[in-house]
Structures are given as structure tokens and as C-alpha cells.
């Protein structure tokens, strides 16, 4: 491969964004950023500090320095992170910690697929393809409990439903980077497909965008 080729994947919580990237990084030989998990580690970095998650100055010193082996934390994908790292995320400072890195990542050689909420946006906004995956609220939710009941966290799919609505919310409105779709992005609904069709679908998408 000689160009650079850079894809972002965008989408709400649940919506099979991660899935779909970790594809696409396989189809294309291109490293891989999950960068939920990067809000999702500062968010474990607060609860480990006992600080109050208002405080976007100490979030934001603990954005700039947590451990990259917190990356591989199990925490990181317990609903109470999922949870605060969307509260942490619409700090203004832990986005700026946490935006080089980002691009960084993006800019490598060959390219990356990176997935989040501004990756199309803000991250990556001259990306060679942008694809914004969505769902049904009521299919995220069906899928998010069954991901974290089979991680050996039962959880209630009504209350699962209520924090997913809480999480878009906060996620859209926020002032910093909110999660919107990108003018020139291809919104993938996932609500009645199979993992497969999805996949299938996304490259579709980046290979008509490579040309
Ligand atoms: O994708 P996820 O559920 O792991 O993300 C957790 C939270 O992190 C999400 O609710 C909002 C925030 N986030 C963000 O603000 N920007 C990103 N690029 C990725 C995640």
C-alpha cells in the first residue's frame, strides 16, 4: 500500500462500531484504536483516585499520564466505566490530553482505522473514509447486556436501555467534539443486520471511498 489509508468509524455506544473496526483493520492490514477505551481508562484513573469526576483539571492530569497497560484492563468494560468515562469525556481538557495521541495514532505510515464518537470530526477529519454505525437503542441495549452478562456482569436490559439513552444524550450534547454524524460520512444501520452483512457492508463503503 503506498497512500495512506486512514478510516474512521463513529457511532453511539453498543452499535457495533468496535466490531465493524477490528474488521476493517484485518481486511486492510492496518493497525487498530478503540478510542473509547482511552476515555474509559481515565475514567477507571478517577475511580482509582477517589477525585470527584467534576474536577476536569485532575481528570485531565490523569488523562495525560495513566499507564498504557490500564489499556488492558477488564475494568475498562464494566458499565460503570462505560458510564463515567461519558461524563469525563465532555471535559474540554481530557479531550485536549487525549487528542495527540489520537493523531498521532492516525498518522502513522499506511495508515489506521481508529473508532469513537469525533474520530470523523474532529480526530481525522481529511480520513480517506468515514463510516458512522448506528442502531436501534433498543438493539444496543439487547446487545450490551448480552456482552456484559457473558463477561460474568448480569445485568437488567431496562437499566442498560436508561444508561445508553443517558450516554447518547450526554454524548450529543455536549459543547467538545459531541458525537454527530460527519457531512461526508456513510451511516451504516446495524439495527437488522448480521455481524456479517455489517462487515460486509463497511467495506463496501471504504472501497468505493478508495476508488
Ligand atoms: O465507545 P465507548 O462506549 O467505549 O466510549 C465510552 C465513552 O467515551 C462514550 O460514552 C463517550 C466517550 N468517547 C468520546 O467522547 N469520544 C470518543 N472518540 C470515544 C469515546
Avoid at 484504536?33 to 482511552?38: E, N, V
Avoid at 458499565?79 to 481530557?94: C, D, F, T, W
Wanted: glycine share 8%.
Amino acid at each position: 500500500m503506498t497512500a495512506s489509508l486512514i478510516i474512521a468509524v463513529d457511532g453511539p455506544a453498543a452499535s457495533g462500531k468496535g466490531t465493524i473496526a477490528k474488521a476493517l483493520a484485518r481486511h486492510y492490514s492496518l493497525p487498530h484504536l478503540d478510542t473509547g477505551a482511552l476515555y474509559r481508562a481515565v475514567a477507571v484513573a478517577v475511580i482509582a483516585d477517589g477525585c470527584d469526576p467534576a474536577n476536569a483539571g485532575r481528570a485531565a492530569a490523569l488523562a495525560e499520564n495513566f499507564p498504557d497497560s490500564l489499556l488492558a484492563d477488564p475494568q475498562l468494560r464494566s458499565r460503570q466505566a462505560g458510564a463515567l468515562a461519558s461524563v469525563v469525556s465532555a471535559h474540554p481538557e481530557v479531550r485536549a490530553a487525549l487528542l495527540q495521541r489520537q493523531r498521532h495514532f492516525a498518522a502513522q505510515p499506511g495508515g489506521a482505522v481508529l473508532d469513537g464518537r469525533d474520530v470523523g470530526t474532529v480526530i481525522a477529519p481529511d480520513a480517506t473514509a468515514k463510516l458512522f454505525v448506528t442502531a436501534d437503542v433498543a438493539e444496543r441495549a439487547r446487545r450490551r447486556t448480552l456482552e456484559l452478562t457473558g463477561r460474568g456482569e448480569p445485568s437488567d436490559q431496562a437499566a442498560i436501555l436508561a444508561d445508553l439513552e443517558a450516554r447518547d444524550a450526554r454524548d450529543s450534547s455536549r459543547a467538545s467534539a459531541p458525537l454527530k454524524v460527519a457531512p461526508d460520512a456513510v451511516v451504516i444501520d446495524t439495527t437488522g443486520l448480521g455481524i456479517e452483512d455489517a462487515i460486509a457492508a463497511a467495506i463496501a463503503a471504504v472501497d468505493k471511498a478508495i476508488g
